[in-house]
Nanobody
Protein backbone atom coordinates (compact mmCIF):
# COMPACT_ATOMS: atom_id res chain seq x y z
CA UNK A 1 0.00 0.00 0.00
CA UNK A 2 0.98 3.57 -0.52
CA UNK A 3 2.41 5.30 2.52
CA UNK A 4 2.88 9.03 2.68
CA UNK A 5 4.57 10.64 5.66
CA UNK A 6 4.58 14.42 5.86
CA UNK A 7 6.69 16.41 8.27
CA UNK A 8 8.04 19.88 8.86
CA UNK A 9 4.89 21.74 9.76
CA UNK A 10 4.63 24.02 12.72
CA UNK A 11 3.91 27.54 13.81
CA UNK A 12 5.20 30.50 11.89
CA UNK A 13 4.61 34.20 11.87
CA UNK A 14 3.29 35.97 8.83
CA UNK A 15 6.20 36.55 6.50
CA UNK A 16 8.08 33.57 7.87
CA UNK A 17 9.13 30.32 6.25
CA UNK A 18 8.68 26.60 6.68
CA UNK A 19 10.01 23.63 4.75
CA UNK A 20 7.84 20.53 4.48
CA UNK A 21 8.98 17.06 3.54
CA UNK A 22 7.07 14.02 2.36
CA UNK A 23 8.53 10.55 2.19
CA UNK A 24 6.61 8.14 0.00
CA UNK A 25 6.70 4.37 -0.14
CA UNK A 26 4.64 1.61 -1.69
CA UNK A 27 4.93 3.17 -5.11
CA UNK A 28 7.50 3.73 -7.79
CA UNK A 29 8.26 7.26 -6.74
CA UNK A 30 10.34 8.20 -9.76
CA UNK A 31 7.46 7.21 -12.05
CA UNK A 32 4.91 9.44 -10.35
CA UNK A 33 4.08 13.06 -10.55
CA UNK A 34 3.89 14.36 -6.99
CA UNK A 35 2.09 17.22 -5.37
CA UNK A 36 1.02 19.03 -2.26
CA UNK A 37 -2.54 19.68 -1.19
CA UNK A 38 -3.93 21.47 1.82
CA UNK A 39 -7.12 21.57 3.81
CA UNK A 40 -8.14 24.42 6.05
CA UNK A 41 -10.85 24.02 8.71
CA UNK A 42 -14.27 24.00 7.11
CA UNK A 43 -12.79 23.90 3.62
CA UNK A 44 -12.28 21.16 1.09
CA UNK A 45 -8.84 19.91 0.28
CA UNK A 46 -7.28 22.03 -2.43
CA UNK A 47 -4.39 21.81 -4.82
CA UNK A 48 -1.28 23.72 -3.88
CA UNK A 49 1.50 22.62 -6.20
CA UNK A 50 2.75 19.65 -8.18
CA UNK A 51 5.92 18.53 -9.89
CA UNK A 52 6.53 16.31 -12.85
CA UNK A 53 8.03 12.89 -12.18
CA UNK A 54 11.33 14.02 -13.66
CA UNK A 55 11.29 17.35 -11.87
CA UNK A 56 11.32 19.12 -15.21
CA UNK A 57 8.14 21.10 -14.63
CA UNK A 58 6.17 22.34 -11.68
CA UNK A 59 2.78 23.95 -11.25
CA UNK A 60 1.33 26.19 -8.58
CA UNK A 61 -2.01 27.41 -7.43
CA UNK A 62 -2.29 31.13 -8.06
CA UNK A 63 -2.50 31.81 -4.35
CA UNK A 64 1.02 30.51 -3.69
CA UNK A 65 2.89 31.49 -6.84
CA UNK A 66 6.08 33.33 -6.07
CA UNK A 67 6.04 32.20 -2.44
CA UNK A 68 6.15 28.39 -2.48
CA UNK A 69 8.61 26.12 -4.26
CA UNK A 70 8.18 22.41 -4.82
CA UNK A 71 11.13 20.11 -5.38
CA UNK A 72 11.86 16.41 -5.28
CA UNK A 73 14.69 14.00 -4.67
CA UNK A 74 13.88 10.76 -6.40
CA UNK A 75 16.83 9.00 -4.78
CA UNK A 76 15.23 9.68 -1.39
CA UNK A 77 11.60 9.17 -2.44
CA UNK A 78 10.98 12.61 -1.03
CA UNK A 79 9.13 15.68 -2.19
CA UNK A 80 9.63 19.04 -0.51
CA UNK A 81 7.66 22.22 -0.17
CA UNK A 82 9.56 25.37 0.64
CA UNK A 83 7.10 27.96 1.90
CA UNK A 84 8.24 31.56 2.12
CA UNK A 85 6.39 34.78 2.82
CA UNK A 86 3.75 32.85 4.70
CA UNK A 87 0.32 34.35 5.17
CA UNK A 88 -2.35 33.53 7.75
CA UNK A 89 -4.50 32.13 4.94
CA UNK A 90 -1.85 29.47 4.39
CA UNK A 91 -2.93 27.89 7.67
CA UNK A 92 -4.03 24.34 6.90
CA UNK A 93 -3.09 20.71 7.13
CA UNK A 94 -0.72 19.99 4.27
CA UNK A 95 -0.76 16.64 2.51
CA UNK A 96 1.36 15.14 -0.22
CA UNK A 97 0.18 12.67 -2.79
CA UNK A 98 0.82 11.37 -6.24
CA UNK A 99 -0.68 13.51 -8.97
CA UNK A 100 -2.86 12.39 -11.84
CA UNK A 101 -1.14 11.62 -15.11
CA UNK A 102 -3.79 13.65 -16.92
CA UNK A 103 -4.49 16.53 -14.52
CA UNK A 104 -1.67 18.07 -12.53
CA UNK A 105 -4.16 19.53 -10.05
CA UNK A 106 -5.72 16.28 -8.90
CA UNK A 107 -4.41 13.46 -6.71
CA UNK A 108 -3.45 10.27 -8.45
CA UNK A 109 -4.56 7.81 -5.79
CA UNK A 110 -7.09 7.88 -2.92
CA UNK A 111 -4.88 7.14 0.07
CA UNK A 112 -3.71 10.04 2.18
CA UNK A 113 -1.23 10.36 4.99
CA UNK A 114 -1.76 12.19 8.26
CA UNK A 115 -0.61 15.49 6.88
CA UNK A 116 1.36 18.12 8.73
CA UNK A 117 -0.19 21.15 10.37
CA UNK A 118 0.93 24.58 9.28
CA UNK A 119 -0.26 27.49 11.37
CA UNK A 120 0.58 31.05 10.42
CA UNK A 121 -0.14 33.77 12.93
CA UNK A 122 -0.68 37.45 12.28
Amino acid sequence: QVQLVESGGGLAQAGGSLRLSCVASGLTFSAKNMGWFRQAPGKEREFVTSIHLTGSDSYYAESVKGRFTISRDNAKNTVYLQMDSLKPEDTAVYYCNTVSDTDYRRPGQPYWGQGTQVTVSS
